[in-house]
């Protein structure tokens, strides 16, 4: 299921960051501790009575050293390319001033729904600032307080209305879907088309449920896939579509709706920080993951090339150390028959399944081997396992005291767990519960 996008829109100084801590609340706290994982505020998740949505803060885009109008600009035309609804946010205590006009012009070119909030009404005696806004022409304008919390209920239950009402394309459950992500110029466009090309049984683009994804289902070895393709749908000409964060925002909306994704690095230019960024979030959407190394072509090799660069890509991404490697290149198409493989053990191992009792002779083998930690004078007691859920393969083992479960250990179960199971290409979920 793809989750609605919210943006949240405006000038500077208007709070725009303090509504998205308060939308996403403590999840943008919650800081899984996996060396390596670099996170960027950028984009969130939220949730609101029934809905699931993802928020936009427009804030976190740097657009650099561009003219102060020019950045807002660049900024509300990245959040419209990508939301379902935008919240235009303004500041009560200032009043409407030439900077949101501006921004009101280019909301109302993009036909985009648009909710109104006007921030820092801390108070009721405030709340008489608020007509003015309605001059912007975007219907009645709410008084919110990010400060305070205030407000916030009756501005996601306004965001709430122009939700899509569909999840867009379905497919079977025995589909297999796939992403390429990467940041540009990485070949994502190249492999998709060589592995098309080679199996030539490409089926009908489908627009998917993404603005930007175009969804192209084939088979092969009587298996059916479906790819789903955000590389090289560029509007020329503007500016942001070389901005890194703009990349990132459509490798989300592709992650989500993916079973398998592939992280293309470009062999040439070896890795670099927005490559750990992008795979940093489908390692946290739970996600299957196959790094591929592209334009492997254009490296000279001795015997020694490939465990160096594979050493470099495992010191570099220490989150992925179940992802496979592969090594190929889409333009000469070599080693491009390495991948399909790769994409149907990941995704079989995304859904593995394991009998409890098995798992549990397997934890209790560990516990014998490496005995529990002990904190304070307590000592962790495990009493049993079981898997509740697949993509990704989910534990819960019940305990004495979660709390005693400490990161080490449990990375030591997770290890022991893979050693007996597998679970290559998959990341694996481990969470301790008090046995009631």
Same mark, same amino acid.
């Given at each position: ?10 000038? *500077? ?21 996996? *060396?390596?994982?670099?996170?960027? %505020?950028?984009y969130s998740s939220g949730e609101w009575l029934t809905y699931d949505f ?21 900024? /509300? ?50 709340? @008489? ?59 994502k466009s190249s492999l998709v088309n060589a592995i098309l090309g080679e ?24 298996q059916k896939y479906v790819i789903i393709d955000t590389a090289g749908i ?9 901005? @890194? ?14 079973? $398998? ?20 979030? /489908? ?35 220490? =989150? ?19 991948? +399909?493989? +790769? ?25 014998? +081997? ?24 989910? =534990?819960?083992? =019940? $305990? ?17 767990? %893979?050693?007996?199971?597998? =679970? ?13």
């Amino acid at each position: 299921m793809v989750k609605p996008v919210i943006a949240i829109v405006g000038r *500077p100084n208007v709070g725009k960051s303090t509504i998205f801590n308060r939308i996403v609340g403590e999840r943008v706290s919650i800081v899984e501790d996996v *060396p390596g994982v670099t996170r960027d %505020r950028i984009y969130s998740s939220g949730e609101w009575l029934t809905y699931d949505f993802n928020v936009i803060d427009t804030g976190g885009i740097d657009i650099g050293d561009e003219p102060f109008l020019e950045q807002i600009r660049q900024q /509300a035309e990245i959040a419209i390319d990508e939301a379902d609804v935008i919240i235009f946010l303004t500041n009560g205590r200032e009043g409407v001033t030439a900077a949101d006009e501006e921004v009101a012009k280019i909301l109302y070119k993009s036909k985009k729904p648009v909710v109104l909030g006007v921030n820092k009404i801390d108070n009721p005696e405030m709340r @008489e600032q608020v007509y003015d806004f309605y001059s912007l022409g975007f219907g009645e304008p709410i008084p919110i307080s990010g400060s305070h919390g205030l407000g916030l209920g009756d501005l996601l239950d306004e965001a709430a209305k122009f939700f899509p009402k569909t999840d867009g394309q379905d497919y079977e459950e025995d589909v297999i879907k796939f992403s390429l992500i990467g940041r540009p110029n990485v070949g994502k466009s190249s492999l998709v088309n060589a592995i098309l090309g080679e199996e030539r049984v490409i089926v009908s683009n489908i627009a998917g449920t993404t603005r930007d994804a175009v969804d192209s289902p084939y088979t092969y070895n009587e298996q059916k896939y479906v790819i789903i393709d955000t590389a090289g749908i560029r509007k020329k000409g503007k500016v942001y579509e070389t901005t @890194e964060k703009y990349s990132v925002l459509r490798a989300l909306r592709a992650i989500e709706r993916s079973d $398998v994704v592939l992280v293309v690095i470009n062999a040439e230019e070896g890795i670099i920080e927005q490559d750990k960024k992008i795979a940093g979030y /489908a390692h946290e959407a739970g996600k299957a993951v196959v790094i591929v190394v592209n334009k492997w072509d254009a490296i000279e090799k001795d015997e020694k090339t490939m465990n160096v660069f594979e050493q470099k890509i495992r010191d570099h991404f220490l =989150f992925l150390t179940y992802a496979p490697i592969v090594y190929l290149s889409a333009k000469t198409k070599k080693r491009i028959n390495t991948v +399909m493989p +790769m994409i149907d053990m990941a995704s079989e191992n995304h859904s593995r399944r394991v009998e409890t009792s098995v798992l549990n002779d397997i934890i209790m083998d560990a516990v014998a +081997m490496n005995p529990t930690p002990t904190d304070k004078g307590k000592r962790l007691k495990i009493y049993y396992a079981t898997q509740v859920s697949v993509k990704p393969p989910t =534990f819960v083992i =019940f $305990v004495n005291e979660p709390e005693l479960l400490h990161f080490s250990y449990e990375r030591f179960l997770e290890n022991r767990i %893979r050693d007996a199971f597998g =679970f290559e290409g998959t990341p694996i979920r481990i969470y301790a519960r008090a046995r009631q």
